[in-house]
C-alpha cells in the first residue's frame, strides 16, 4: 500500500533502515515501497533480484534521444549505475549504505526506440568491509550487446537523518 509523496519517503526512509539492502530491493521490486525518483522517472524496473546479482529493465523511448539521433549516452549510463548500485545494495546489511566513487561506462553501439526493453545485468565482483565493485551490461532481447560498465562504491553506515 503506497502513501502521499512526503509519507512514502518517510515510509521508504524507515523501512530501508530497518531492511538489509535485498529486502529493501525485494520490496522495491514486489512495488512495496514507491520507486526512486529518478528510476520512476526514467521508466526503470527490478525484474532480478537475488544476492550479488539483479537485473534491471528499461525502454528506450522518444524523450531519451540526442542530437545525432540516438538514446542518449546518460541514459543507458543511468540504467547501469542503477544496476551496479542495485547489485551492490542487495548484500548490505540494514543500517549500512553505499556511494558511487567510480563509474566506468562503455558503449558499444547506438541506441535507439526500435530496440524496445532492453535488461542491464550487474553482479557484485567483490564486497569488503569499506569497498565493493562490480560490472553490468546492456543487452537487447536477441543478446546483443549495447554498453557494459563496471563500479567502485564505497560502504558507509547510515545516517540517522538527512
Given at each position: ?43 526503470f ?5 537475488d ?35 542495485c ?54 532481447s ?8 563496471t ?12
Amino acid at each position: 500500500m503506497r502513501q502521499g509523496r512526503k509519507n512514502g519517503k518517510t515510509e521508504t526512509r524507515t523501512r530501508r533502515h530497518e531492511l538489509d539492502g535485498l529486502g529493501y530491493l525485494r520490496a522495491l521490486a514486489a512495488d512495496e515501497l514507491p520507486q526512486p525518483p529518478l528510476v520512476a522517472l526514467l521508466g526503470f524496473r527490478l525484474t532480478v533480484v537475488d544476492p550479488g546479482h539483479v537485473t534491471v529493465v528499461g525502454v528506450p523511448r522518444d524523450a531519451f534521444y540526442n542530437g545525432a539521433g540516438v538514446i542518449h549516452g546518460g541514459w543507458s549510463a543511468a540504467l547501469l549505475d542503477t544496476a551496479l548500485g542495485c547489485a551492490v545494495n542487495s548484500l548490505t546489511s540494514a543500517g549500512r549504505a553505499f556511494t558511487t566513487l567510480e563509474l566506468t561506462v562503455n558503449l558499444t553501439r547506438p541506441l535507439r526506440q526500435e530496440v524496445g526493453e532492453v535488461r542491464c545485468e550487474a553482479n557484485v565482483l567483490h564486497v569488503g568491509n569499506r569497498v565493493a565493485t562490480a560490472e553490468a551490461r546492456i543487452i537487447d532481447s536477441q543478446g546483443k550487446l549495447y554498453a557494459h560498465a563496471t563500479t567502485l562504491c564505497i560502504l558507509v553506515e547510515r545516517p540517522t537523518d538527512r
